[in-house]
């Protein structure tokens, strides 16, 4: 396949470092879709199967790619719940409006989650753990306990992360607050 103009080899270095950043990705969307992370993997592998059967494919670069991964998933989720409404004998045409909204939500969040670790990546080692916690629904208190700090060097740490993130995130920093990310983590 060919991404940004150059060639990557299925074998190569190149490709099994495309494979480790999309692919968890690419597994936590399908899991979330089909609210199993079993069957998630599952279709996350396949999508990558069929990108291996398109060799000659061509992207403009890895968010194209990204998109691409994304369409193969939500097919693949589609096809999952078309079959199991089957086996239920109750309408699809209501399932499918949900599992594309769901989908598109998915996306967002997903796209979203990645915007946030990259910036949380350019914190002090301290800060994205206080920060880290914190998204995983930690208090104060807990984070103190579990680091080892005072709950004040806590609370500056997450205000000096927070206002650094702010900076780096601009206005797209409201939009991650605004999904809620805790229940996410």
């Given at each position: 396949?060919?991404?940004?103009?150059?060639?990557?080899?299925?074998?190569?270095?190149?490709?099994?470092?495309?494979?480790?950043?999309?692919?968890?990705?690419?597994?936590?969307?399908?899991?979330?879709?089909?609210?199993?992370?079993?069957?998630?993997?599952?279709?996350?592998?396949e999508a990558f199967v069929k990108l291996l059967n398109k060799a000659n494919?061509?992207?403009?670069?890895?968010?194209?790619?990204?998109?691409?991964?994304?369409?193969?998933?939500?097919?693949?989720?589609?096809?999952?719940?078309?079959?199991?409404?089957?086996?239920?004998?109750?309408?699809?045409?209501?399932?499918m409006l949900i599992a594309e909204q769901s989908f598109l939500n998915e996306?967002?969040?997903?796209?979203?989650?990645?915007?946030?670790?990259?910036?949380?990546?350019?914190?002090?080692?301290?800060?994205?753990?206080?920060?880290?916690?914190?998204?995983?629904?930690?208090?104060?208190?807990?984070?103190?306990?579990?680091?080892?700090?005072?709950?004040?060097?806590?609370?500056?740490?997450?205000?000096?992360?927070?206002?650094?993130?702010?900076?780096?995130?601009?206005?797209?920093f409201v939009m991650l607050l605004l999904t809620n990310f805790i229940r996410?983590?």
């Open positions: 396949m060919i991404v940004a103009g150059k060639i990557i080899e299925y074998n190569s270095q190149e490709f099994r470092s495309l494979f480790e950043r999309l692919f968890p990705a690419i597994c936590l969307l399908a899991g979330r879709i089909l609210k199993d992370d079993a069957k998630g993997k599952d279709v996350a592998q494919e061509e992207f403009t670069d890895e968010n194209a790619l990204r998109a691409y991964l994304y369409i193969l998933v939500k097919n693949a989720c589609i096809s999952i719940i078309r079959k199991e409404k089957k086996i239920l004998n109750t309408p699809v045409d209501d399932g996306v967002l969040r997903e796209e979203t989650y990645q915007l946030l670790r990259e910036a949380i990546k350019d914190l002090s080692p301290q800060a994205a753990r206080v920060v880290d916690l914190t998204l995983k629904g930690y208090s104060n208190l807990d984070i103190s306990d579990e680091m080892g700090i005072t709950i004040n060097t806590v609370k500056t740490t997450k205000r000096r992360a927070y206002q650094s993130l702010r900076k780096n995130l601009g206005h797209q996410f983590f």
